[in-house]
């Protein structure tokens, strides 16, 4: 992703979006109108100035551990639901369990949604190159 350098401190850079290969596509207007600020870091100490456009990119490590903290809890709320039926009512049969498992499921997945709505994850981006 590429951006544009708009202010400067010791331990961080401010970046505004520029064009994403995501924006290609984009139909939503107040994302290409609005301009986005991030923050990231500079580990290779480049020499950056305000108005340099920069690249910059996050760690894989980082885009795994997001994607496991949003597919992880449904995970274990169809588990979960799948258990509680089948303690909740013995004599309940394969699809009975299956259908409180996938109760579980919409329900952590709706309250892992709800709860990264309120807390945002942040990512970490690094700057990579001057361009």
Request: glycine fraction near 8%.
């Amino acid at each position: 992703m590429t951006g544009r350098v708009h202010a400067l401190s010791e331990t961080a850079v401010t970046i505004s979006q520029g064009t994403s290969s995501f924006c290609f596509g984009c139909m939503q207007h107040e994302c290409k109108t609005k301009m986005r600020l991030f923050t990231a870091e500079n580990p290779m100490q480049l020499p950056l100035v305000v108005g340099h456009e920069v690249e910059v990119k996050t760690s894989h490590a980082m885009l795994a551990r997001q994607a496991l903290a949003a597919l992880f809890p449904p995970f274990l709320g169809f588990i979960g639901g799948f258990m509680f039926t089948r303690f909740l009512v013995p004599v309940s049969g394969d699809p009975a369990r299956a259908a409180g498992g996938v109760l579980g499921l919409f329900a952590l997945a709706y309250l892992t949604y709800r709860i990264r709505k309120k807390h945002p994850a942040t990512m970490i981006f690094q700057v990579v190159r001057i361009i």
